[in-house]
Each structure stands twice: as structure tokens, then as C-alpha cells.
């Protein structure tokens, strides 16, 4: 089991019970509306980061994005798997061609 699911795991158990001391409850119980929020601080960080030169607080700074994606997941019960195959369906395509695809 790669690290992606062994922390996506770590929130589904977070989610069925519950523990005071836990980061991961007091964002879930704090509803969606905390974890999206706490998605946009992350993503707004990696750029931040992405604008310097210190390739660690890049890494450091996505990792923090990625975990709180897995928590937005969790929240909604969508496995990483999912993102796994849409990106392993987009895979071999060209970016153009696949954002077309998409327009309705």
C-alpha cells in the first residue's frame, strides 16, 4: 500500500471514531466548508513556494496540499484510486485535446 493510501486510510479511521487530539476530526467536524478552505491556504502556499527557489519548502508545502486534498476526499468517501484512474485515463493525451473533450 503506497503512502497516498495508507493516509487516506488513517482519515477514514479518523472519520469513524472520532478523537478529540486528532487534526484530521476537528477539520471533519468542522464541516466541508473548513476543508476546502484549508485546501485553498495549501494551494495558495504552493504557489507562494513555487515562486522562490527553496525546492524543500516546495515539497514541504505540496505534501501539506496533497494530505488536506486526502481529507477533502475522505470527507466526501472518494477513494484516491478515483483521481488515480481519471489521471491514468488522461494519460497518453494530449492537455488540449482532453480539455475539449470536456466542454459541454
Known amino acids: 500500500m503506497d503512502i497516498i493510501e495508507r493516509v487516506y486510510q488513517v482519515i477514514l479511521q479518523r472519520k469513524a471514531n472520532p478523537s478529540p487530539d486528532s487534526y484530521v476530526c476537528k477539520l471533519l467536524e468542522k464541516g466541508e466548508d473548513k476543508i476546502l ?3 485553498g491556504e495549501e494551494a495558495v502556499e504552493v504557489l ?3 515562486k522562490g527557489s527553496d525546492d524543500d519548502a516546495l515539497v514541504y508545502e505540496l505534501a501539506d496540499l496533497m494530505f488536506h486534498a486526502l481529507v477533502l ?4 468517501g472518494i477513494p484516491p484510486a478515483r483521481v488515480t484512474a481519471e489521471l491514468e ?3 497518453g493525451t494530449s492537455g488540449v485535446a482532453e480539455k475539449a473533450s470536456r466542454k459541454g
Open 48 to 50: 507562494l513556494a513555487g
Open 89 to 91: 485515463r488522461r494519460f
Open 37 to 39: 478552505q484549508k485546501v
Open 73 to 76: 476526499l475522505g470527507s466526501r
